[in-house]
Every structure is written in structure tokens, then in C-alpha cells.
């Protein structure tokens, strides 16, 4: 009975976070970072920026220390995402082995309307607004299912409540409950709202998945070609501003 308790509470090893909040699969570059993102190569990304909340814990900060306590934490080459209310976003992130299509895990992204409100404590999971549900990984939103690493995207759309000049907060939130007791992720940013930004297409998903994913490079900062794309800003219309 110890040995079958023991196994129901030990922590399964699993990581993920958001490599790239808002990401354009036509470009394949990234155009807006999570608070404090080190790159990918980042020696200690697993530990330093991967965040778990193990056996549902009623009470935790919601995000990891480094990225909970500041909405600044962005550079020149890290810069934080921007968008426009009624835009669709795709976010992406690594399967790390995680594929699952018989019962797929699930990710939310949730906000609150309120720009002046940080998510503070993982109990506001239960009432925070929802911008989006999708799975975590399957062979329906991963670039390379076969590959334990590849690279997935979800899906979501901006509220349209939201207002244009403003930055709001978002948590990306990963149930990833392989841990009988509960297994949690989170990544935390925020988004800059505007009345127009440059604006991915919307498309179904099999569709972007074909042209192929992102080089390793895209989660190393901004580059030249993605620093152009945003500076082509457009309204949800087409209208350049």
C-alpha cells in the first residue's frame, strides 16, 4: 500500500513552456516573446524557466518567480507580442514527449479585461476569463508528431474586449495531469493592444502545418526579417496604418 501511495504522489517528469507567444507560420518567425524567455539554449531552461505546480495545490504564485513579478521584462530582441482585439494568435511550444492523440492534454490561455489586474495566485484559474482551449499535443497541431521535440501550435483569439493601448496580462496554462494528484504549467505575458498590428492570416491548422515548422533559430530572439514584418501594420481589414 506505501509503494502504490508513493507512486500516486511522486512527480512525473515532465516540462514545457512557451517558446514563442506569437508566432507566424507563413514567416515561420517569431514576433512576440513570454516575459523573461532565455532562448531555448538557454542551459537552465528546464529548471530556471520550466514552472510546476505538482498535486493541484490550492495556493501558489501563478507564475514562476522570474516572471511573476514584472511586466518589463522584454528587449529589443525579446520583445513582448502585439496584436489587435478579434486577432487570431498562434503560439507555439515543444511537445517534450508529450504527443498524445488517445487523450490529449489541454492548454487554456486566460486574461482578465482588466489591464491594471496581475495574475497573482493559481486559484484564479478558476475565474479568470478564457481566450482559448486546445490540445497540448497530437498529431493534429505538432509540425513532426513522430519527433518527441517538435514544435506545436495553439491556436486562440485576442478578446475583443480588450482595449487598443493597453497591455494586458495572459498566463498560458498546461493541465498536463500525468500525476494522478495533478500536474500543472504555466507561462506567463502580456500583449500590447493596438488598434492595428501585423496580422497572421488565420488558416485551418493542417493547412500551416504543411509548410513546415520553425528553424531552431526562431527562439533565439528577433531577426532582421521579423523586425520587417513588424513594421508592415495593418487593421484585422487590411488597411495599412
Not at 502580456?190 to 533559430?217: K, T
Request: charged share 10%.
Amino acid at each position: 500500500m506505501a509503494l502504490i501511495l508513493a507512486c500516486l504522489t511522486t512527480p512525473v517528469q515532465a516540462h514545457s513552456w512557451v517558446d514563442c507567444v506569437k508566432f507566424d507560420p507563413y514567416s515561420k518567425e517569431c514576433l512576440g516573446y513570454a516575459r523573461g524567455y532565455p532562448t531555448r539554449n538557454a542551459a537552465d531552461i528546464n529548471t530556471a524557466y520550466a514552472y510546476l505546480f505538482n498535486a493541484s495545490p490550492t495556493s501558489q504564485a501563478m507564475c514562476n518567480p522570474i516572471q511573476q513579478s514584472s511586466a518589463s521584462d522584454y528587449s529589443a530582441d525579446f520583445p513582448m507580442a502585439v496584436a489587435q482585439p478579434g486577432e487570431t494568435i498562434y503560439t507555439s511550444w515543444e511537445a517534450n514527449g508529450h504527443l498524445n492523440n488517445t487523450n490529449p492534454t489541454k492548454v487554456q490561455v486566460l486574461y482578465y479585461p482588466d489591464p491594471s489586474h496581475q495574475f497573482s495566485d493559481v486559484s484564479e484559474r478558476n475565474t479568470a476569463p478564457v481566450a482559448g482551449t486546445f490540445d497540448y499535443a497530437t498529431d493534429q497541431n505538432c509540425y513532426n508528431p513522430d519527433q518527441p521535440n517538435s514544435v506545436c501550435l495553439g491556436s486562440w483569439v485576442v478578446p475583443t474586449n480588450l482595449v487598443p493601448g493597453m497591455v494586458y496580462h495572459f498566463v498560458w496554462f498546461w493541465y498536463f495531469n500525468a500525476n494522478p494528484a495533478g500536474q500543472w504549467y504555466s507561462t506567463c505575458f502580456d500583449m500590447q493592444i493596438n488598434a492595428a498590428s501585423y496580422v497572421v492570416e488565420p488558416a485551418a491548422m493542417d493547412a500551416l502545418l504543411v509548410l513546415g515548422g520553425p528553424s531552431p533559430s526562431y527562439s533565439d530572439g528577433l531577426d532582421a526579417a521579423a523586425k520587417q514584418l513588424l513594421t508592415q501594420v495593418t487593421t484585422l481589414s487590411g488597411n495599412y496604418v
